[in-house]
């Protein structure tokens, strides 16, 4: 596997191995600090306006000034890529609390930009299903994709102990989200249906409704965990892996998920329609 070369820290690019944090920073000292993480195909950032749009909102919720602007963002993209030259990649930009002086209150933020191969490959076909169990967890700022973790990291011996891949949070018996991931159903009368309340909008959750409306109704509200017993289907979706049918939700097993594999087909044509829309250019 090819090895990224450089990343990125404040106003540098360094060695990846060489690339460190204080142990003063907020991100360790209390866990403060947000990320995104998109993916590029052929050298091209797959939907990165929403992206920086989503990071951006990020950083004004948690009061971390990012330091740069939108355009010199794209600029560090780019070059992190010709340095690593990694066509397939997946790009994380994370913005720490910063070092401070008491272990409690904000400090200049830390600026980092990774990248490494992807994971997953990118087809139009669904990966196999999963197995998800349900949980009861509402988020701090839900709206915001911040580097906490803890009960997603807890749960994963309860997950492991239950023959399940991930876990579906609810609150007053209402869906939320997945850990990594924005949660779908497909109801009895065939409307797709996905929570809109206490969660983080997902990327691809948006490119997903846009893709649904030109083939069936779709509604963004409140999911009732009690709808789970009677819809036909259910999925999640995230950048990584796109679109992952989910087989059995607690004691409710769904059958196949043709919605899903319609879905993700149009929506790996939309990647690779965004992925020729703009070349990367060579130097």
Same mark, same amino acid.
């Given at each position: ?62 009061? /971390? ?23 397939? !990649? ?15 209150? &904000? ?66 018996? &209402? ?5 990594? !991931? ?26 997903? /409704? ?25 999925? &999640? !979706? ?8 989910? !087989? ?36």
């Amino acid at each position: 596997m090819h090895r990224p070369a450089f990343t990125f820290l404040n106003d540098t690019f360094l060695p990846a191995d060489a690339a460190s944090l204080s142990v003063t920073d907020l991100a360790i000292q209390r866990g403060y600090g947000l990320f995104d993480f998109l993916k590029t195909l052929g050298g091209v950032p797959i939907f990165p306006g929403d992206h920086l749009d989503r990071f951006f909102h990020s950083a004004e919720r948690m009061r /971390l000034p990012v330091g740069k602007t939108r355009k010199e963002m794209e600029g560090i993209l780019a070059e992190l890529q010709r340095l690593n030259d990694i066509p397939d !990649s997946g790009i994380r930009l994370t913005l720490t609390g910063g070092y401070s002086p008491d272990g409690f209150n &904000i400090a200049q933020p830390n600026l980092v930009i990774t990248q490494q191969p992807l994971l997953y490959p990118i087809t139009a076909a669904c990966p196999p299903p999963i197995r998800v169990i349900s949980y009861p967890h509402q988020r701090q700022l839900p709206d915001v994709k911040t580097i906490d973790y803890l009960m997603a990291i807890h749960l994963q011996p309860h997950m492991r102990d239950r023959g399940a891949t991930d876990v579906l949070y609810h609150h007053n018996g &209402i869906i939320t989200e997945c850990p990594r !991931s924005n949660f779908f159903l497909v109801t009895a009368d065939n409307t797709l249906v996905t929570p809109s309340g206490n969660m983080l909008r997902g990327v691809t959750r948006g490119k997903i /409704l846009g893709l649904a409306t030109e083939i069936m109704r779709t509604e963004g509200r409140d999911v009732l965990l009690s709808e789970i017993a009677t819809a036909k289907e259910a999925f &999640i !979706s995230s950048t990584g892996r796109h679109i992952t049918p989910v !087989s059995k939700l607690d004691d409710v097993t769904f059958g196949p998920g043709a919605v899903a594999e319609k879905l993700s087909f149009l929506l790996y044509e939309a990647v690779v329609a965004a992925s020729h829309a703009t070349q990367p250019q060579k130097k």
